[in-house]
Every structure is written in structure tokens, then in C-alpha cells.
């Protein structure tokens, strides 16, 4: 049943036109906003902290801003989910795709860095309707819903790994010249290295230079933005990241941090804010969140 009415509510939204989701989105996110407090909180304690310069009334902005986004995001994931490889083609822009084609061309191995803004589904879908790839994904805990989320992702070229940690066959993969597409960015709990991310020592997966290392790949930052006037989803391709890997996972972690922190300054209301992305502390420091 729970299966039946996500499809039911993703199949309608998909069908809206991307420029209704926007003004959906944005008339429907300052309720959410206020509809959620223990999110708002947490959004809001991750802005002031990574932004201390901002002021109280800029934070609510942007914590509003955020919310408006999750609510788009969530709809450009209906898109995803059910539209055609043209129709999603048509709402795509694309910017330096060359960092990423060129390599294809030359038979490197790719592993595309991913941080989590609010339309990472779209791009995510998008990629696969264009290319073999392979992503890493946390499966749901009803094995249904993984089902039926596992099916609407690979009904193109992609295929999905199990997070859980790093594993022969997603090397293999990336070895045989499939790409990567790899979200690493999210609290890593005791898995993890701390390393700095706006200035805040954050538990930080340290895969993401092993598995460069273990598979020979360039690493190739991206992400997808929905346009001011909300018509377009714009994609962005990034330089490679430069000395990566370094072998050294707090330095490899830490140069990774970096790289998201620039991508955070295209659209910082797009990134994934409402997550708990400071939960795990060093040792001896007090919760983050109270």
C-alpha cells in the first residue's frame, strides 16, 4: 500500500510542468518551514555555523529559502522518477561537460563527486539516461519501497551498489571505464575522519580518495541547480580535483570538503541543510545539536 500511493503522488507531480513545481515550491515551503520545527532548527544551527557572518534575520532567509528548495527538490525527483529520457533531456542545461566527455573519450576511469543539493535525483537520472554509470545508494528499510526506488533509478543505464563501504565490484566497474556517481558528503559517523568543513571539525567519509587511489580515477565535482526563473535544472561540471588523491584520508577528506564548500557558494540555499551533517563530535566535545 505504502508503495502504491508514492507512486500514485511521484506519477502526478512528474506530470506537472517544471516551471509549476518552482511556484510550488516556493509558495509551499515557508509552511513546511514552520510546519517542521525540529528541521528548522536543525537547518538553521548548520547555516549560523557555517555562515557566522550572517546575521540572525539573513539565517531565517536562507533557512526558508532552503525549505522552499527541499519542496522542488522533492518534485524534480517526480520528474525523475517517471519522465522520458527527452523530456528530462529538454529540462536540462549543461555546463562544461567537456571535463567530463573528454575523459569518457580518452578511456579514463571517472569518479563524479556529487554533493547533496536539493536536485542531486534529477541529475542523478539524468546521467543515467545518457550514460553507463553506477552510483552508491543506502537502500531503504522496506524492502517494497527499495524495490520500487531501485527500479525508478535504473530504468535507464544506471546501476546501484549498496552502501556499504568499498566494495570489489564498484572498483571493477570503475576500472572497466563505467563512471561513478558518488554523494559522500553526509555525517559519516564512526566511519569516517574529522576534517574541516566551513572551518567545523565534520565526520567526513574518507572513501572517496581510497577508491581514486584503488581505481586509478580522476575525480570530476558536479552539480544541479534549478535557475532563478525555474525553468531549467543547470548542470555543472567542474575542473578535476588537482594532488587527488594524497594517500592521507584526513588530507584527501579535507581537500574534498573544500571542493563542496566552493560548489555550497553557487546556491547555497539549494544544499541538503536539514541534515544533521555535525551529529557526530571529536571526542569530549558537546552535542552540536540540543
Partial sequence: MKVFFIALITR?????????????????????????????????RNISACFPER???????????????????????????????RRIEKLVRVRNIKYLESRMKRGENIILLAPHFTNLEILGIWLFSRYRMTAVYKPNRDKRIDGFIRQRRCRFKGRLHKHTGIQRELIKDMRQGIPLYYLPDQDSGNWGVFAPFFGIPTATFGSLGRMAEMAQAVVIPCIATISESGRRIEVLFDVQMQDFPTGNRIEDATSMNRVIEKLIDIAPEQYFWSHKKFKTRPEGEQPFYQ
Wanted: overall charge positive; aromatic content about 10%; proline content about 5%.
Fill in 55 to 85: 546575521s540572525d534575520q539573513e539565517v531565517k532567509q536562507l533557512s526558508r529559502a532552503h525549505f522552499q528548495h527541499m519542496l522542488i527538490g522533492i518534485m524534480t525527483l517526480s520528474i525523475a522518477w517517471w519522465a522520458s529520457a
Fill in 12 to 44: 502526478g507531480l512528474s506530470l506537472l510542468p517544471l516551471s509549476a513545481c518552482f511556484i510550488l515550491g516556493k509558495l509551499l515551503g515557508p509552511l513546511v518551514y514552520w510546519s517542521l520545527p525540529s528541521r528548522r532548527n536543525i537547518t538553521e
